[in-house]
Nanobody, 119 residues
Framework: QVQLVESGGGLVQAGGSLRLSCAAS????????MGWYHQAPGKQRELVAG???????NYADSVKGRFTISRDNAKNTVSLQMNSLKPEDTAVYYC?????????????WGQGTQVTVSS
């Protein structure tokens, strides 16, 4: 089984910064994608940023230039540096890891951490 534990959420004023971290443990395939999703009340969960084992990244258009995702493969951790935060960034942020092994997909989620940006 795989466990993802997030930390670093909280309350911040608009324009401020927060850093989210996620530590993965368990039987993790060495080639995987880790990422952050967010879900605001009444909305669907959406990808914020993802990063592969090789370091390729992708970002939602709404966070490009403000958020930076990084990972430490040796420690199975992923972080999200969030700068210039806006009230619309308010959501529960979930850590995610996924991979495909012999055609079979696996995907795991953290419990989520609340990020609240006040105006």
């Amino acid at each position: 089984q795989v466990q993802l534990v997030e930390s670093g959420g909280g309350l911040v004023q608009a324009g401020g910064s927060l850093r989210l971290s996620c530590a993965a443990s368990g039987r993790i395939f060495s080639s995987n994608t880790m990422g952050w999703y967010h879900q605001a009340p009444g909305k669907q969960r959406e990808l914020v940023a993802g990063i592969t084992t090789g370091g390729s990244t992708n970002y939602a258009d709404s966070v490009k230039g403000r958020f930076t995702i990084s990972r430490d493969n040796a420690k199975n951790t992923v972080s999200l540096q969030m700068n210039s935060l806006k009230p619309e960034d308010t959501a529960v942020y979930y850590c995610n890891t996924k991979w495909r092994l012999f055609g079979t997909p696996s995907e795991y989620w953290g419990q989520g951490t609340q990020v609240t940006v006040s105006s």
